[in-house]
């Protein structure tokens, strides 16, 4: 956020299109290592006294289902306020809502057919009333209104799963979008009959954004920004350019799968990652449909999801963005690293041979 280390994310990601170069080993010798060890450096959170850190570990995907058939699963899920690390690079807080104390709150998984039993606690040390609303719903409120809850308080309700895909959850308690920035988002998985095919490596990313006010490092949230649409944070996963810090890391040759949701409240996203093409992409979610091959970038609605699989050709350290680049600039960047040997004949410098 308006520091150095985004500019030269950014500038890295642009001169990775201009000079049809890598991110940073192809850059001139000592010029990108420098920017990528700072990025290291800088982006590691840095737990203050009160502030912790809300990231969602991106490689925390939940238990496949496999290939078993219907039973019934019970999840439950903790509201929590938290002062969390907004910026880690310039100590930034802000006053976290969650689920189970991270952004985006655990990735749920389930069969399509299964009885699917949610509980909803309230922390005894929470402020406010919190609920949950689970797209993957056929039910009032999505389950909102038969989980609202006070602080202390739990309540419990159950569903069927009659439609696989990749859906949303969030809170549902008025101020809702003010509940949903402040970070009470995820996703539930219901996968369809036999599982999905297994892959090598899997991620779980949301976006969201953050309105916020106050002139020092500890952030509060602004009504008034977020009546606007006018985010002052875009964020991978909870905090300003966490992803970016903590790579997800995998192999020349893995065929990659990402989990990747929008919480919003507000802003549509432009999925791309710099320097790669989606092999497949389940739009909004739609896993039993036909998916779209060869994609550059995904449009991914508020409240919505896509699942992308691409087998890594090359070694690189791709970019995670909505290609509204400006959010990039607000905190939006992750990075998927993939290490293995050069492959010079998809990609090398200088002339072709
Ligand atoms: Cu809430």
Redesign the pocket.
């Known amino acids: 956020m308006k520091t150095n280390l985004i500019k030269e994310i950014l500038l890295l990601g642009l001169l990775s299109f201009g000079w049809s170069v890598s991110f940073a080993d192809n850059l001139p010798q000592g010029i990108g290592d420098a920017v990528v060890q700072k990025m290291m450096q800088v982006e590691t959170p840095k737990e203050g006294p009160a502030a912790v850190s809300i990231v969602k570990d991106p490689t925390e995907v939940g238990d496949p289902v496999g290939n078993r058939g219907p039973t019934t699963v019970k999840f439950t899920l903790e ?1 929590k306020e938290v002062l969390g690390v907004l910026d880690a690079a310039t100590k930034t807080t802000f006053k976290y ?1 969650t689920f189970n104390g991270t952004v985006p709150g655990p990735m749920l998984r389930a069969r399509v057919g299964d009885t699917v039993e949610i509980t909803l606690k309230n922390n005894k040390n929470s402020d ?1 009333i ?1 609920n949950v609303d689970l797209h993957a719903v056929w039910g009032q409120g999505g389950g909102a209104a038969l989980t609202n809850v006070a602080p202390g308080e739990e309540k419990t309700f159950t569903f069927k799963a009659t439609s696989p895909g990749l859906f949303v959850y969030h ?1 549902a ?1 008025p101020v809702i979008p003010q ?1 949903i920035s402040s970070g ?1 988002y995820g996703m539930i998985l219901i996968e369809p009959a036999g599982g999905l095919p297994k892959v090598d490596k899997e991620f779980y990313v949301m976006q969201g954004e953050i309105y916020t006010e106050g002139e020092g490092t500890d952030k509060e949230f602004s009504m008034h920004h977020m009546m606007d649409e006018d985010p002052q944070y875009v964020v991978f996963n909870g905090s300003a350019a966490a992803l970016a810090g903590h790579p997800m890391k995998a192999k020349v040759g893995d065929n990659v799968r990402i989990f990747f949701g929008v919480g919003g409240p507000n802003l549509t996203s432009s999925f791309h990652i710099i320097g790669a093409i989606f092999d497949k992409v389940w739009h909004e979610g739609s896993i039993e449909s036909t998916p779209l091959t060869n994609v550059q970038t995904t449009m991914v609605p508020t409240a919505g999801s896509t699942i992308v699989e691409m087998k890594l050709r090359v070694p690189a350290k791709f970019i995670l963005v909505d290609h509204s680049l400006t959010r990039l600039q607000k905190g939006a960047v992750a990075i998927l690293q993939a290490e293995g040997p050069d492959q010079p004949e998809l990609f090398h410098a200088g002339k072709a041979k």
């Open positions: 509201a809502w406010m919190h809170c308690t509940h009470m």
